[in-house]
């Protein structure tokens, strides 16, 4: 049994301790309902600290999208403290503390765990089961992932609380393990996705001993549960940063272990030589950076495309109409898929309406092509097959056609339609 037995000798035991001269002060930047919990716990007789993303978003002049809180009181007692509260989690009990729309989650300092503790369990390829062992502070540090991700901010003396040279790495825009890369992947493969995600969008660099195990471990991430696989990915794909994500991700071999359909031919060809999909993950971060809003099934569509199509050939070849075969090869597609990522149905049905209209975006009727323009699905079926125009000179036309479509009156709408000569393709 491999254990999270962290070599501190590389470390400091005592914290770097930077004041708010160095770190500037926080107090404008944490929301109100986080600063609220921090100072009901330190007025309970107990230790809060702000912690994770927030500090690292907030040293790195970004807005966090959440914030955490870690303390010394234990469940129970934070429970206690909180009306709006409530106890949460499997692999480690949290609070979730609810003000309006926002959560403020609250954990309880944990230890890496021993291999006497009851309270911490690990598979026999060392993988992380349960870690309910409470700890103190210092403890609290070394199970955590990287050393960006371990560093407290304390609002009573406005000071950043470094153990393991984390703000040193902030600064150097490094991602690094705290302690030997492969126990700790081995511990949560799902560490491997996050070392990605993080290096993307902060545009940082994994250090090489975190970067070069990846590959050859990544197949560890088939323990991980497809609804938590779910959750990484979308994190990785909507965030706004999706084309480094998966850039990063084929980079290091995990790729397939989201979206293993498929992959054989992506493998095989230059990944990043993939027009059609790294045009879709650039118009999604586009979108994102500009507001917009993104729907996840677009990039799921696109992801399983060339498979979904592989089918569909195959099926036509067998016989089936046009339709049936496009029917089944979903079915297959998305069946195989979700084995793997737990994709909630409204996006299935979502990336399967993206597929079924495709093909009539040939029919160009002035009935059909109406009717096309008022389906639901309409506006993402009309991005996809823009994106496909990467694929050909005919798609490309049929592209600009139905760009023009929807950007001329009824009158000029009619002349197109003389323009063309109408397909009946399937
Ligand atoms: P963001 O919220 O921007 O995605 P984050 O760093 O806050 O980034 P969370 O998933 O919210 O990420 O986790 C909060 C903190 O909990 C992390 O900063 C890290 O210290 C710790 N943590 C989260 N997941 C893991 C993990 N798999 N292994 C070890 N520590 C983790
Ligand atoms: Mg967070």
Redo the contacts with the bound molecule.
């Keep these: 049994m491999r254990m999270s037995e962290i070599d501190k000798s590389n470390y400091s035991t005592e914290p770097v301790v930077y004041g708010k001269d160095e770190c500037g002060e926080f107090q404008g930047l944490i929301s109100r309902a986080a600063l609220t919990v921090i100072e009901k716990l330190n007025k309970g007789g107990y230790n809060g600290y702000l ?4 500090v ?2 907030i040293l790195l002049g970004k807005t ?3 914030f ?1 809180i870690a303390t010394d009181a234990r469940p129970e007692q934070v429970v206690a403290l909180f009306k709006n509260s409530r106890l949460i989690g499997r692999r480690f009990r949290i609070v979730h503390v609810r003000f309006g729309r926002e959560i403020i ?1 609250v ?1 309880t300092f944990r230890a890496a765990h021993n291999q006497s503790s009851a309270s911490a369990k690990t598979s026999t390829d060392g993988q992380l089961l349960r870690d309910n062992v409470y700890g103190r502070f210092e403890d609290d540090v070394w ?4 050393t960006i ?2 560093l407290y901010y304390d609002i009573r003396d406005s000071s950043v609380i470094d153990y393991v040279g984390g703000v040193r790495d902030l600064r150097s825009n490094i991602i690094r393990l705290i302690g030997d890369p492969e126990v ?1 992947y081995r ?2 493969p ?2 491997m996705l ?1 070392a990605i ?2 290096a993307a ?1 902060l545009n940082f660099k994994i250090t090489p001993s975190a970067s070069s195990p990846i590959s050859s471990l990544a197949y560890l991430l088939q323990e991980i549960s497809p609804a938590r696989l779910f959750d990484e990915s979308l ?1 990785l794909f909507s ?1 706004g940063y999706a084309s480094d994500s998966y850039k990063g991700l084929v980079e290091h071999d995990l790729f397939r272990y989201l979206y293993s359909v498929g992959s054989g031919e992506l493998n095989q060809a230059d990944p990043f030589d993939n027009k059609f999909v790294l045009s879709a993950l650039e118009n999604t971060d586009r979108r994102i950076k500009d507001g917009k809003s993104v729907n996840p099934a677009f990039l799921i569509a696109v992801f399983l495309w060339s498979t979904m199509q592989l089918h569909y050939s195959e099926y036509q070849r067998g016989g089936l109409p046009a339709r049936v075969a496009l029917l089944n090869a979903s079915d297959r597609t998305i069946s195989a898929q979700i084995k793997q990522l737990s994709i909630p149905k409204r996006l299935t049905l979502a990336v399967r309406e993206i597929w079924e209209l495709q093909s009539r975006f040939f029919k160009r009727t002035p009935k059909r092509a109406n009717r096309l323009y008022c389906h639901p699905r309409f506006r993402a079926a009309y991005d996809f097959l823009v994106l496909r125009s990467v694929d050909g000179a005919d798609l490309k036309a049929l592209g600009d056609w139905w760009t023009l479509y929807q950007e001329v009156d009824e009158t000029q709408r009619k002349n197109l339609f003389g323009e063309i000569e109408i397909q009946q393709r399937h």
């Design positions: 912690v994770g993303g927030a690292r978003d966090p999208k959440d955490d989650e954990a199970r955590r992932d990287f991700n371990a700790r511990e949560d799902v560490r996050r995600r993080f969008k994190k965030s």
